[in-house]
């Protein structure tokens, strides 16, 4: 069965830094999201990304973040000057087009900011 | 998207069935009722989605009441690996800003 994986699983990197996390969605899906969860809280939408450019943003999805398909297959998370409050887990989804609703998460990235 | 509320959790025997309630009392004509689970800290899962149906598929059964303003999801005989947060969400079902808004869900226990 195809599903959304991610890389790296676990990213620790000190405050200041860039981070790129990775996405592989499955294949023929046409939506895809980037959510957060910080622990111990609720799972937060970040971003929507359709048709090559953003669909929708949240507050948190500042100018630090920003999100790229560079090839057909590749869904990216950057962001650019990593902060203490960044440290959380990174989910990305991904969502069939024709009327399916139903969103596939990724097993997440776990990132650690020091 | 219309507000969702859910217990804050419950517990059902191993093999039981277990009923997970959910109010949407504001939801409107064109927004559906999804469900996700999230087992410890992996990505949440679909689980199931209805309109004004029921619902029924491998995983699970969506009860959705007449008037659409709450909706049960069931789970038929509970296993131990059942054990997560359950996720009640109301949104449109297409359209590319489709995003979840999650709420803090249910945490079933499911106990031997």
């Known amino acids: 069965e195809p599903e959304v994986t991610q890389t790296p699983s676990h990213q620790v990197t000190q405050m200041g830094q860039e981070v790129i996390l990775r996405c592989v969605p499955i294949s023929n899906h046409l939506y895809f999201y980037w959510y957060r969860q910080i622990l111990g809280q609720k799972v937060e939408f970040l971003v929507s990304?359709?048709?090559?450019?953003?669909?929708?943003k949240s507050e948190i999805f500042d100018d630090q973040f920003s999100v790229e398909r560079p090839d057909g297959s590749n869904f990216t998370l950057k962001i650019r000057s990593t902060k203490l409050e960044d440290s959380a887990m990174y989910f990305c989804a991904s969502r069939g087009g024709g009327g399916k609703g139903e969103q596939y998460f990724g097993p997440g990235t776990r990132l650690t900011v020091t | 998207d219309a507000k969702t509320t859910q217990p804050p959790s419950m517990d059902c025997a191993e093999g039981r069935a277990a009923n997970l309630p959910c109010n949407h009392s504001t939801i409107s004509g064109n927004e559906y009722v999804y469900w996700y689970r999230q087992i410890h800290s992996q990505g949440p899962q679909y689980i199931i989605h209805?309109?004004?149906n029921n619902e029924t598929n491998e995983m699970a059964s969506l009860i959705i009441t007449e008037d659409r303003k709450s909706s049960t999801l069931i789970l038929p005989h509970a296993t131990l690996r059942d054990t997560a947060v359950y996720y009640c969400i109301v949104t449109r079902s297409t359209g590319a800003n489709s995003k979840l808004t999650f709420g803090k869900g249910i945490t079933l226990s499911v106990r031997p």
């Open positions: 990304f359709y048709n090559n450019e953003i669909s929708e």
């Open positions: 209805g309109l004004k």
